[in-house]
């Protein structure tokens, strides 16, 4: 009888005194309608993250902006960093925006530019033979500030070896997140994304050898909300900015008339879109940094596609000259920037 009276008082308590979680700012929105813009392609560079007061060196090409991080929890910072990654690719994936290359390999935006020249990248995607595809664009992001704080108060019940203490916790995340032209190495916008969220109430655990074993998922804790926040501050961010940008493609073979460019009904591609072309010519590069700062390009005229398939598109100039292999595909002027908000992180 003392056992179930326990086991009922136990189950009374969790019921009633479930902590109430609260994200101060930034909450997930609903899923938006299904994306026909044209999809551009981005690379997610793995998110860095220091211990406590560390301080973090990220490079773009000729600028270095060193960001101090502020680390004040027990979770392993390396895989704080690693969680945040895969949930930022999948998170992108999910607004159905993108071609996204996630790109773990790489530890500085340079490292695109440096893959072209050795062979690796395909030539008509990326910045420079090759089995994997190069971004147009690259996300990188360090964390600057991870604090979780925990109390208990002393007025917990203790029934047959489970503790139920009154507790509250907060934890606030930020981070630097920037988009870099994988072409140049040129940080084309950056923004500090950050989330906040607490709770308050009890914290049901079992107490094991004087260790206090919580219970819940993760992502139902303070930590899991105001990262989740943060993560989703980041996306509307990557989304809006990348809308900003022009979409562009390479041509791949002229056979006739007919123009053949990279990119199909998987990047949303229809017949009778209309794209500038441009004869891509000698790079621009700084003589003192060595950075590639652009291209000269001239214009060639107005292409209009006539037959989209799976990752290819064929189209014929309507005005100006005919192009050759290599040469870029863009769209006219930048689309309006996003209406609709985009997909929740999970």
């Not at 999809?39 to 793995?46: A, F, M, Q, T």
């Not at 301080?55 to 704080?80: F, L, M």
């Not at 001239?298 to 598109?313: C, F, N, P």
């Amino acid at each position: 009888m003392r056992r179930v009276n326990a086991t009922f008082l136990l189950l009374a308590f969790t019921l009633c005194f479930t902590a109430a979680l609260a994200a101060d700012q930034k909450q997930a929105p609903p899923k938006p309608p299904p994306y026909t813009g044209l999809k551009k392609r981005i690379g997610v560079l793995p998110i860095t993250v220091g211990g406590a007061s560390a301080a973090t060196t990220i490079r773009s090409g000729d600028e270095t902006t060193t960001v101090t991080s502020t680390w004040q929890s027990d979770r392993n910072p390396g895989e704080v960093g690693t969680a945040m990654t895969e949930q930022l690719t999948t998170a992108l994936i999910n607004t159905g925006r993108f071609i996204v290359l996630e790109r773990k390999a790489l530890d500085e935006v340079l490292g695109e530019q440096d893959l072209g020249a050795t062979g690796r990248v395909n030539p008509e995607t990326a910045a420079a033979k090759g089995r994997v595809i190069g971004a147009e664009w690259l996300v990188k992001a360090a964390i600057t500030e991870y604090t979780e704080k925990k109390s208990r108060s002393g007025g917990g019940i203790v029934v047959r070896g489970i503790a139920l203490g009154g507790s509250k916790q907060e934890a606030f995340v930020a981070m630097d997140v920037r988009i870099v032209d994988a072409a140049t190495g040129e940080v084309v916008d950056s923004v500090r994304a950050d989330g906040r969220a607490r709770s308050s109430g009890v914290l049901a655990g079992a107490s094991i050898g004087g260790v206090v074993l919580a219970g819940g998922k993760e992502d139902t804790t303070p930590m899991g909300q105001a990262t989740k926040a943060a993560l989703t501050d980041a996306i509307d961010f990557i989304c809006q900015r990348m809308d900003q940008l022009p979409w562009q493609s390479r041509v791949m073979e002229v056979e006739g008339n007919e123009v053949i460019i990279t990119g199909g009904s998987n990047m949303n591609l229809k017949v009778g879109d209309i794209f500038s072309v441009f004869h891509r010519g000698k790079a621009l590069v700084d003589p003192d940094t060595g950075q590639t700062l652009g291209y000269r390009e001239t214009a060639l005229g107005t292409l209009k596609i006539t037959e989209v398939q799976d990752k290819l598109s064929i189209g014929k100039m309507v005005e100006g000259s005919q192009p050759e292999r290599g040469d870029v595909v863009r769209t006219n002027a930048p689309p309006p920037a996003a209406t609709s908000v985009p997909a929740p992180v999970r």
